[in-house]
């Protein structure tokens, strides 16, 4: 097991099975160092806890916490791309969509469930630059979506 894969599991978390595509595109690619992935909905076990717009029938709480989900599907993508994730030499970008009801305006709390993951998982490697943004609506009524681009060694 990796380092990363070992703060996870202090964490109380595994990398899951990679969430197939629900459309025509693959989960991650690779262009020379950078590793980019589609992006991941919050699936667990093949489920989201809940769907609809945050700040309506979704809480902050909660879309938070499915974030944090999509991370750990990047990080699954990542892994079956690369196959080990100490490879990983600096988390470079994440963007973050958040299904948003027209009065929030709180993307960058949520989106910080996928931030405060990816700096656990990678420690100083983790930190990164980031965009959250409110969207009408997402694939699958997913409250939230979030892409990673990665750097990886040679």
């Known amino acids: 097991m990796s380092t990363v894969e070992d703060r996870l599991a202090e964490l109380g978390l595994t990398v899951p099975a990679v969430v197939p595509p629900v459309a025509a ?3 991650a690619v690779r262009d020379g160092n950078l590793v980019f992935t ?8 093949g489920a989201m806890e809940a769907t609809g717009k945050v700040g309506g029938a979704v809480t902050p709480e909660t879309a938070k916490a499915m974030a944090q989900a999509c991370a750990l599907n ?3 993508a990542i892994k ?9 030499t600096r988390v470079v970008k994440v963007v973050g969509f958040v299904a948003s009801d027209p009065s929030f305006t709180g993307q960058p709390a949520v ?10 998982a990678f420690g100083d490697k983790g930190v990164h630059a980031r965009s959250a943004v409110g969207v009408a609506a ?5 409250p939230v979506e979030v892409e990673v681009i990665v750097s990886v060694a040679d």
């Open 25 to 27: 595109y693959v989960p």
């Open 38 to 45: 589609s992006g991941q909905l919050p699936m667990v076990d």
């Open 74 to 76: 990047a990080i699954a």
């Open 80 to 88: 079956a791309l690369i196959g080990d994730l100490d490879q990983v």
């Open 111 to 120: 989106v910080n469930g996928a931030s405060e993951l990816l700096a656990k």
């Open 138 to 142: 997402l694939p699958l009524d997913a």
